[in-house]
């Protein structure tokens, strides 16, 4: 119930490596990292959002990258 004020995107693998992060909700991965396809896996992601008036969302979970 406010703009989005703060973005973050952080993405790793399962050996704790991080992936990818971004800080512009408009960038999003497409399953590489330094440049080079990823393999099929599970991955883990951390996403912070803040909203104007304090509000801050955090999400957390698995995704499967898929090809």
Do not use: A
């Not at 989005?4 to 995107?9: G, N, P």
């Not at 790793?12 to 800080?23: A, C, G, H, K």
């Not at 396809?37 to 499967?64: A, C, H, M, R």
């Amino acid at each position: 119930n406010g703009s989005l004020e703060s973005y973050r995107l952080k993405i790793y693998d399962l050996f704790s490596r991080l992936v990818f992060e971004s800080d512009d909700e408009n960038l999003h991965w497409d399953g590489t990292f330094n440049n080079r396809i990823l393999p099929i896996d599970t991955y883990v992601y951390f996403l912070e959002l803040s909203y104007g008036g304090g509000q801050i969302v955090t999400k957390n979970g698995n995704i499967t990258l898929l090809r």
